[in-house]
């Protein structure tokens, strides 16, 4: 069975850092680029960042370029965001997803004071 399995998230402080991981497991995951999404309450689920499979392009929405850091671990089976300088406007449900749509089920992420 095809799976995407998020951890990482959890409530911080507006200025400071969380990973993200997505395991992905019961697949080949050197053959798909992968992705994070995040969706926000009341909005559309938006793009974030996505990664090729070799892991040598990367892109991001111009609201995290410069703060998040998509990567990922073919060995592992691992992908990676690395978020920081948090802002509260990042408060969202993150979600992995594999290129061909396949999507993992989100894990919070809370930026407070």
């Known amino acids: 069975q095809v799976q995407l399995v998020e951890s990482g998230g959890g409530l911080v402080q507006p200025g400071e850092s969380l990973r993200l991981t997505c395991q992905v497991i019961?697949?080949?995951?050197?053959?798909?680029?992968m992705s994070w999404y995040r969706q926000a309450p009341g909005k559309e689920r938006e793009l974030v960042a996505d990664?090729?499979?070799?892991?040598?392009?990367?892109k991001y929405a111009p609201s995290v370029n410069g703060r998040f850091t998509i990567s990922r671990d073919n060995a592992k089976g691992t992908v990676y965001l690395q978020m920081n300088n948090l802002k509260p406007e990042d408060t969202a449900v993150y979600y992995c997803?594999?290129?061909?749509?396949?999507w993992g089920q989100g894990t919070q992420v809370t930026v407070s004071s």
């Open positions: 997803r594999r290129s061909d749509n396949t």
């Open positions: 019961g697949f080949s995951f050197t053959q798909y680029a």
């Open positions: 990664i090729s499979i070799s892991g040598s392009l990367a």
